[in-house]
């Protein structure tokens, strides 16, 4: 069965750092685009980092330089290394895996379309509350 679970998440201070793992179980993780994305209340869903198989990666933009995604995958688990936290980084954060199609690239667009793809996993969700 597919089984994501996450980690990680929590309150933390303005400039602080956070280290978020997913662990992937029940399926073929190093062949899927992941990622992580966000959202905070009221907000929209925003994609955060992006991994592709090929070891590609793509941050969104306000996050560039203090994020750091990764992968490994003898252990099936993601990371995101977040540091230099600031309030604007509160949110719930969740994993995602997606199947590209044909010669899609691994991206951000592609991990926030995850719900509507037909191959694709994401998890709970992991709070991130950063305070100024």
């Known amino acids: 069965q597919v089984e994501l679970v996450e980690s990680g998440g929590g309150s933390v201070q303005a400039g602080g750092s956070l280290r978020l793992s997913c662990a992937a179980r029940g399926f073929s993780y190093a062949t899927y685009c992941a990622g992580w994305f966000r959202q905070a209340p009221e907000k929209e869903r925003e994609g955060v980092a992006a991994?592709?198989?090929?070891?590609?990666?793509v941050y969104e933009d306000s996050v560039m330089g203090r994020f750091t995604i990764s992968r490994d995958n003898a252990e099936n688990t993601l990371y995101l290394q977040m540091s230099g936290l600031n309030p604007e980084d509160t949110g719930m954060y969740y994993c995602v895996f997606a199947r590209a199609s044909g010669r899609e690239r691994c991206s951000l667009s592609l991990l926030i379309s995850a719900p509507a793809r037909p191959h694709a996993y994401w998890g709970r969700g992991t709070q991130v509350t950063v305070s100024s």
């Open positions: 991994l592709g198989s090929d070891g590609n990666t």
